[in-house]
C-alpha cells in the first residue's frame, strides 16, 4: 500500500512551461519533504513544508502544504532543462515513527530544450 | 567531508549467492537507513537502525540482514540472493538531534546498483 500517490509519473514539457506535481495521502504527517534526484544519484532534499498551509518558494519552484496536512504540490515556473529529474514527495512519520520517511513513487520530469 | 559512501557502486551475482552491500558515513548521525528504489514504487524501506546494536525493520525486510556493529557502518546482507532483489539500493542517515524535529534531514548515498542474474 503506498501511503503518498504522486502524480503525474511522467512529464514531458518544453522550456518556458509552468508544471504542477501533486503529492496526495489520507494519511497525517508531521511534516513533507520534497527531493530531486539525478541519474547515478541519491535523492536530495529541496524543502520541508511543516504547518497546514503552508507556501514555501525556492527561486522558481512553489511548494504548498495541505491544511490538512496530507497533501502537498510542487509548482515550476518557467522550466529549464536543468530542472529535469526525478521529484519525490516524502511524508515525516509521526509518533512512534517519527523521523521515518514515506515516499511516492516519484515524478520523472523531462524539460525539453 | 566525505559524507555517506556505498560500496561497491554497481554489483552482478547470481541466484543464491550472499552478497553485502556497505554503507558508510564519518558524520556520526545517529540514524541510518537501507531503501531500494524500483520502477513503479519509488524508495521502499528495508531497514532502519536507530543506533549501534539497535536494528528495526521497515517495509520490506524479508530476505535481507543488517548489522550496525559500529556507528558508522551500516552493512546490507542479501543472504540468497533472488532476481526480484535486482534494484538500486541507497542509504540514508539522519543526526539523532534531527529525529524529533522537523528538519529531518536525509542524507543519502550515491546508490548501489545490484543485479541478480
Known amino acids: 500500500t503506498q501511503l503518498l500517490e504522486q502524480s503525474p509519473q511522467f512529464l514531458s514539457i518544453q522550456e518556458g512551461e509552468n508544471l504542477t506535481v501533486y503529492c496526495n495521502s489520507s494519511s497525517v504527517f508531521s511534516s513533507l519533504q520534497w527531493y530531486r534526484q539525478e541519474p547515478g544519484e541519491g535523492p536530495v532534499l529541496l524543502v520541508t513544508v511543516v504547518t497546514g498551509g503552508e507556501v514555501k518558494k525556492l527561486k522558481r519552484l512553489t511548494f504548498q502544504f495541505g491544511d490538512a496536512r496530507k497533501d502537498s504540490s510542487l509548482h515550476i515556473t518557467a522550466a529549464q532543462p536543468g530542472d529535469t529529474g526525478l521529484y519525490l514527495c516524502?511524508?515525516?512519520?509521526?509518533?512512534?515513527?517519527?523521523?521515518?520517511?514515506?515516499f511516492g513513487r516519484g515524478t520523472q520530469l523531462t524539460v525539453w530544450p | 567531508d566525505a559524507g555517506i559512501t556505498q560500496s561497491p557502486r554497481y554489483k552482478i551475482t547470481e541466484t543464491g549467492r550472499q552478497v553485502t552491500l556497505m554503507c558508510h558515513q564519518t558524520w556520526s548521525h545517529s540514524y541510518m537507513f537501507w531503501y531500494r528504489q524500483d520502477l513503479g514504487h519509488g524508495l521502499r524501506l528495508i531497514y532502519y537502525?536507530?543506533?549501534?546494536?539497535?536494528?528495526d525493520k521497515g517495509e520490506v525486510p524479508d530476505g535481507y540482514v543488517v548489522s550496525r556493529s559500529k556507528t558508522e557502518n551500516f552493512p546490507l546482507t542479501l543472504e540468497s540472493a533472488t532476481r526480484s532483489q535486482t534494484s538500486v539500493y541507497f542509504c540514508?542517515?539522519?543526526?539523532?538531534?534531527?529525529?524529533?524535529?522537523?528538519?529531518?534531514?536525509?542524507?543519502f548515498g550515491a546508490g548501489t546498483r545490484l543485479s541478480v542474474l
Open positions: 537502525s536507530a543506533a549501534a546494536d539497535i536494528t
Open positions: 540514508a542517515s539522519i543526526p539523532s538531534r534531527d529525529r524529533g524535529n522537523h528538519a529531518n534531514i536525509q542524507y
Open positions: 516524502a511524508g515525516v512519520g509521526r509518533g512512534s515513527t517519527l523521523g521515518r520517511l514515506y
